[in-house]
């Protein structure tokens, strides 16, 4: 099971190095007007995505499996598992949101400043930091 759980972390940080790196690229794609910038950031970010989207199907495949063959029965009691799992349905939201916005990147029909952009890329942090205190603390 260490196996297991050793490749449910490299996922999980592949899926993270896009979860903080596209909202970037949507900061600095919001004030570009050049077409050939606008071509190239929208070829990096629909590779990011699939790129990261890899990494969150690899978290969920591993987090699952661990919940299968163990974890379920051993901390069903215990709060910190629950949490966890509804970050992950914030989490998955979120990443659905940010695929939403490739799309409108890539039509022209962004609406945000990128004032928003930088905000919106606080929000996994926050996250990270949750999810890694309950998995690794277990602290009720
Ligand atoms: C996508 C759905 C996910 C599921 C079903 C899931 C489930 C699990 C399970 C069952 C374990 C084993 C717990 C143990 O044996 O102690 C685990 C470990 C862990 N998970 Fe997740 N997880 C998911 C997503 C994530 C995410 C998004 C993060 C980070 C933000 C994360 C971070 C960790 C860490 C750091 C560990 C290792 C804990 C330790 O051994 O100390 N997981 N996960």
């Known amino acids: 099971m260490l196996w297991i759980k050793a490749f449910h972390i490299i996922f999980m940080v ?11 690229l949507f900061v ?25 989207s890899i990494g969150a199907a690899g ?6 499996w661990m919940l299968a063959a163990y ?6 009691a215990f709060a910190w598992l629950h949490i966890k799992m509804l ?8 990443h659905l949101y ?11 029909r ?4 990128q004032r928003f952009y930088r905000w919106l890329n606080e929000f996994p942090s926050l996250i990270l930091i949750a999810m890694v205190l309950l998995a690794v603390v277990k602290p009720f």
Do not use: C
Request: hydrophobic fraction near 55%; aromatic fraction near 20%; avoid cysteine.
């Open 14 to 24: 592949t899926w993270f190095a896009g979860l903080f790196y596209l909202p970037r």
């Open 59 to 64: 978290t969920a495949l591993f987090g699952f």
């Open 98 to 108: 940010l695929g939403k916005l490739v799309i409108d990147f890539h039509h022209d």
């Open 28 to 52: 600095y794609h919001a004030d570009t007007v050049d077409q050939p910038s606008l071509t190239r950031f929208k070829l990096m970010e629909k590779r990011l995505y699939i790129l990261m």
């Open 110 to 113: 962004n609406q945000h400043n």
């Open 87 to 94: 970050l992950v349905v914030v989490l998955f939201a979120y």
């Open 71 to 76: 974890a379920w029965a051993a901390w069903a």
